[in-house]
């Protein structure tokens, strides 16, 4: 008797059931724990990898500096935002410990005067981190100007950063050691690939003595808000050191008188306060002070002058657009005796100085990793407005404010790798114009 498809079918599919029907405890038993070794394997490679991304975060916030972040919305380094450290697009993690550091070569051609044209390595940053667990962490910065450091050469070797950094709760940070100033842009944030133009702009290396750091303690943090801080008390200037026969003082004010926490005299202290408020997409504005007495109550130097810096500062990026502005302004009183015992001397100490820049830039081109960005800075600034008030015939008249106008353009090899060109124009000492080239990186 034949046998109908469907039955056939039927008999089938009762027959492939049947094993299911026939499940002896023990196999039903063996195949759930079967099933649950594989969902315990699934879950421990989603914790292997969950660990592995917050060992590379916590190694991404041990590599960078402490300091206020004026990060803009836009990220991109092609536009050269700034932000609280150089180190974290990139860095090399051993452990605990982290790698990084910065460097420049630069190349100067004068019009007026070809004796002057030179090259150096401009600066060469190393930097080590260490993060002793999620909270606390340290983190220094060691620095060679000018590739020689001996008695004959003009190098510099000096120790730019060295810290400890400790999170106390989601807004605030407590940090000791030798500490950045969170003055402007590029006191904090200066790494060739995060700035405009192959050296460093007039107005944040002359007023505010770029970079400037001193020993002390400070507490920083943000809020949800956009609005960020950055308090603390430091070491501070010592004008017992001013040398009034040297121009260095015409060059930078605060500069001449700073101490860098190398053997520095702590009779008086500096405290500072900076704000940051980046709740608007694109948008950064900010303002700090720096301030305290400066005398020392040094031998043979019978004064107490007192210093103040203040700045103020504004970025806004649009897509390939930024435009920025900066202005400082620094005072210095009680110096009349200071200046009056030293008569006769080409740089007494100033009362007032300052400076201010516009600068606009935007990127042209964009492929892959390659970025053209060219950029304008027009800058005005003055060391020495104005000295204190003397007997007659014994005044120092105050000097010109200088105009410096920057053409150049960056070009990127890739976020950490630029070269850079441009011209510089001055407005007064003429003899200075020049054309500069360079190559920064940050590792």
Not at 9 to 30: Q, R, W
Request: one cysteine or more; proline letters at 5%.
């Amino acid at each position: 008797m034949k046998k109908s498809p469907i039955a056939l079918c039927i008999a089938a599919a009762l027959l492939a059931a049947a094993p299911a029907y026939a499940e002896t405890p023990e196999e039903a038993l063996a195949r759930r724990l079967d099933a649950l070794s594989q969902e315990l394997d699934a879950l421990k490679a989603q914790v292997k990898q969950l660990k592995a991304q917050n060992e590379a975060l916590a190694a991404q916030q041990e590599a960078t500096t402490s300091g206020v972040t004026t990060a803009t919305a836009d990220s991109s380094p092609y536009i050269a935002p700034t932000g609280v450290s150089p180190q974290v697009s990139a860095n090399t993690v051993l452990g605990r410990t982290s790698l990084f550091g910065y460097g420049e070569i630069n190349y100067s051609h004068y019009d007026h005067d070809s004796a002057r044209t030179e090259a150096t390595v401009r600066r060469a940053v190393f930097g080590i981190g260490y993060r002793f667990n999620e909270n606390t962490r340290f983190v220094s910065e060691f620095e060679i100007e000018n590739a020689v450091v001996s008695a004959e050469d003009g190098g510099e070797l000096e120790v730019e950063q060295f810290y400890v950094d400790h999170r106390l709760n989601n807004w605030a940070n407590l940090k000791v050691g030798l500490l950045l100033i969170p003055s402007g842009y590029i006191n904090v944030t200066h790494e060739p690939p995060r700035y405009f133009g192959v050296e460093r702009n007039f107005v944040e290396t002359a007023i505010i003595p770029s970079t400037e750091r001193e020993g002390g303690i400070g507490l920083y943090g943000s809020t949800k808000y956009g609005l960020s801080y950055d308090i603390g008390v430091t070491t501070s200037f010592n004008f017992a050191n001013w040398d009034f026969a040297s121009n260095e003082g015409r060059e930078s004010p605060l500069g001449a008188a700073h101490q860098e926490l190398s053997n520095a005299r702590a009779a008086d202290l500096a405290q500072y306060a900076a704000l940051n408020y980046d709740g608007i997409r694109g948008l950064n504005v900010g303002a700090s002070v720096f301030t305290g007495e400066a005398g020392q109550n040094q031998p043979n130097f019978d004064a107490s002058p007192h210093f103040t810096l203040t700045e103020a500062h504004a970025r806004y990026v649009r897509g390939p657009l930024q435009l920025q502005a900066l202005y400082a302004q620094g005072h210095i009183s009680d110096t009349a005796q200071i200046n009056l015992a030293n008569v006769g001397q080409p740089t007494p100490i100033p009362s007032n100085f300052h400076g201010w820049y516009l600068q606009g830039a935007y990127r042209v081109w964009k492929q892959g990793d390659y970025a053209l960005t060219p950029f304008f800075r027009y800058e005005r600034f003055n060391t020495a407005d104005n000295y204190a008030e003397l007997p007659a015939g014994l005044g120092v008249p105050g000097l010109g404010t200088e105009t410096v106008r920057t053409y150049g353009a960056s070009f990127f090899l890739n976020p950490n790798v630029v070269l850079k060109a441009d011209y510089q124009q001055f407005g007064i000492d003429k003899a200075s114009n020049r054309f500069n080239l360079g190559i920064g990186l940050q590792f």
